[in-house]
């Protein structure tokens, strides 16, 4: 079974994922998939916080290549059972 950090960074790879295939359905598919995993009373907000990410970045290949490497490595440890949160920042995942 996957931890709820772990459901998340893959839903966030998803994300970064259609990104850098700039298939524009492909990214809109991911980003509902991602809002859907949220309580129906943070779709609105979890969308556009997703969208706004999306958009800050889309541009810009090699952070977009960086935050998938990113989240890979962190998946990976995870699933090693050695994540630790040092210089992680605290945030509240309401995912399902």
Known sequence: MKTIEESELLSWKAIWQAVKDGKRGDIIRAIDQHVHRYPEDLHDEVRR????IVRSTQRAPEEV??????????????QKGRFTG???????????
């Not at 916080?49 to 706004?52: C, D, S």
């Not at 290549?65 to 995870?78: D, F, M, N, P, Q």
Request: glycine letters at 4%; proline letters at 0%.
């Open 86 to 96: 040092r210089g992680v920042t605290t945030e509240t995942s309401h995912a399902n």
């Open 65 to 78: 290549a960086e935050r998938i490497r990113r989240v890979s490595t962190t998946i990976r440890i995870l």
């Open 49 to 52: 916080r997703a969208v706004h």
